[in-house]
């Protein structure tokens, strides 16, 4: 079996933690002979079954993690779980990457969790010497030898004792790690009804938006009050400002103390005396500030759309403003161009503008009488009575209203125009007096 060139599975995990009785090794040797391969033996009890990322390596003694390993190989896994678990199962080192010096060794099988399931004798990498081959051996020798024997049998059923209670532990802290999922099933099921609370939060402030879109529509006969409420709103401004950097430092706190309940959290799960009592307080505490957390978002969310509402308002009010400023600047404009086009027109029918209320009554009774020097009357009495009462009659077609006497049809057809039109003052776009209310949503959409 070659050396794999990936990483094993290790972990940091320490030796209290591992269960060395799962894979027994058999026919460790006390010393290998540098240079050569080795084979190492090994047996699966009857409670552990192996997994496809197992591995088996050789580990300096002293060591404390399952990351010291000096070299390791793969496992092969039995063909028949069931039937070839109890034979005697085999792994090579190849010569090349076993380790030069003389220190002691031992083979530790390590699951792909990266926790130790067995763990051999020590054993040395060093030349056989005619000292290994003529051994002499004492009485007193072979005693302490089998005082040791007797001690690693004790150290080995101890090591078996504390296995078990290791298993009892874990099986207890599953447990244990059962019932903390159920408490966060019911943990998200408390969280998503409080999303669903938001959502029917965050619709009924959809609905007040429109409301008071709505009420936006009469801020224009409002206009002259506008001065006074910008002041208000921007006082209130200020002070929400002030409130919602409360709310933001106060949360940074609750974020803090959450945090610290988090590392308490953690030791919790070490101290496994004190757990349940104190992770019931934890509970306890944590839903406290996860409320306080809830109402403090609402108060802020509350507080930032009734700022953009406050801006809002306040920009539409300067537009609206803006408008009327401009449409008062274009009637003025308007209203001097008609004078002069109404003293240029007197002017050239000979006309006085100042004294054509004195002389419309003479000139009309004047009209009306027949002159005594003519048989058959003034001839051109009809037309200038037809002209006059031309221009005394004219009128807007659309509201009926009254214009000056000296206004020609062209102009009267172009103030017509201008006094039932509307004209964006951005983009200049015309609408008519029928399409007000389009022309205010048009000139709302600039302001958005």
Not at 203 to 218: F, G, M, R, V, Y
Not at 308 to 332: A, C, G, H, T
Request: with cysteine; hydrophobic share 30%.
């Amino acid at each position: 079996m070659e050396r794999a060139v990936e990483e094993p599975p290790s972990s940091a995990v320490l030796l209290d933690h591992c269960h060395f009785s799962q894979v027994i090794f058999n026919s460790v040797e006390k010393f290998y002979v540098p240079g050569g391969d080795i084979t190492c033996f090994y047996t699966f009890t009857q409670h552990f079954i192996p997994r496809r990322k197992d591995w088996i390596g050789i580990f300096r003694v002293g060591w404390k993690t399952t990351r010291e390993y000096y070299t390791f190989m793969w496992v092969a896994l039995p063909n028949d779980l069931k039937k070839d678990l109890a034979k005697q199962q085999e792994v090579q080192f190849k010569a090349y990457y076993l380790p030069k010096d003389d220190e002691y060794y031992q083979f530790c099988y390590v699951d792909q969790d990266g926790v130790v399931r067995g763990a051999s004798i020590p054993f040395q990498f060093r030349p056989e010497s005619e000292e290994d081959i003529l051994v002499v051996t004492t009485k007193g020798k072979v005693e302490e030898i089998e005082q040791h024997n007797v001690e690693l049998c004790k150290e080995n059923q101890e090591l078996k004792d504390s296995c078990a209670t290791l298993q009892k532990e874990n099986s207890d802290m599953q447990a244990e790690l059962k019932r903390k999922q159920e408490e966060l099933e019911t943990l998200q099921s408390t969280n998503n009804k409080l999303e669903e609370k938001v959502k029917e939060q965050k619709a009924s402030w959809e609905t007040e938006l429109l409301q008071l879109k709505e009420n936006n529509q009469k801020v224009s006969s409002e206009n002259e009050k506008m001065g006074i409420r910008v002041d208000q709103l921007q006082a209130q401004l200020l002070i929400q400002e002030k409130e919602m950097e409360k709310l933001v430092q106060g949360d940074q706190n609750k974020t803090e103390q959450l945090q610290h309940l988090k590392s308490e959290n953690d030791q919790l799960f070490i101290s496994l005396t004190e757990q349940k009592e104190h992770q019931k307080k934890l509970q306890q505490t944590v839903e406290e500030l996860k409320q306080k957390e809830t109402t403090a978002v609402k108060k802020q969310q509350k507080l930032t759309d009734e700022n953009f509402e406050l801006s809002r308002e306040l920009n539409e009010s300067k537009i609206l403003f803006d408008i009327l400023q401009r449409e008062k600047e274009r009637v003025e404009k308007e209203n001097n161009l008609l004078k002069e086009e109404n003293r240029r027109l007197l002017s050239y029918m000979g006309l006085d503008f100042d004294s054509l209320s004195i002389q419309m009554p003479t000139s009309a009774q004047g009209s009306t009488e027949r002159n005594p020097t003519l048989v058959y009357g003034n001839p051109y009495s009809g037309v200038q009575e037809s002209s006059a009462s031309s221009v005394l009659s004219k009128k807007c077609l659309t509201c009926k209203s009254d214009f000056a006497d000296e206004i020609c049809d062209q102009s009267l057809e172009q103030k017509q125009t201008q006094s039932h039109s509307l004209n964006c003052p951005i983009c200049s776009k015309v609408f008519s007096a029928k399409e007000r209310q389009i022309f205010e949503d048009h000139v709302y959409c600039h302001s958005l």
